[in-house]
């Protein structure tokens, strides 16, 4: 069983800058890869970043690339999302996630292969 903590979230004007934080619980951190998800009011939860469970390998959404970087620290169970040039279109909850890193990474893009999930936590972008 793993738990999930989001923090970090909160309103920012457009252009800045926020840093996610997920910490988890357990002794397995290693044994997932972690990722983000985003769901914004009237839309489904969609993929924004993953990485893999020694941090080496990372994919991002078209739509954050550039902008957003995933990273984790396996020593503190932490995975964190630091989201730079925000824009009013990034406003959602942020979610985070965990896969057993036994299967595809690529599973990590959808939301139904998902083994946990945070609570979430709120990022609003004011243009």
């Known amino acids: 069983q793993v738990q999930l903590v989001e923090s970090g979230g909160g309103l920012v004007q457009a252009g800045g800058s926020l840093r996610l934080s997920c910490a988890a619980s357990?002794?397995?951190?290693?044994?997932?890869?972690m990722g983000w998800f985003r769901q914004a009011p009237g839309k489904e939860r969609e993929f924004v970043a993953s990485?893999?469970?020694?941090?080496?390998?990372?994919f991002y959404a078209d739509s954050v690339k550039g902008r957003f970087t995933i990273s984790r620290d396996n020593t503190k169970n932490a995975v964190y999302l630091q989201m730079n040039s925000l824009k009013p279109e990034d406003t959602a909850v942020y979610y985070c996630?965990?896969?057993?890193?036994?299967?595809?990474?690529?599973?990590?893009?959808?939301?139904?292969?998902?083994?946990?999930w945070g609570q979430g936590t709120q990022v609003t972008v004011s243009s």
């Open positions: 996630a965990a896969l057993r890193a036994t299967q595809a990474m690529a599973l990590m893009k959808m939301t139904d292969k998902i083994d946990y």
């Open positions: 357990g002794r397995t951190f290693t044994s997932y890869y």
């Open positions: 990485i893999s469970w020694s941090g080496g390998t990372t």
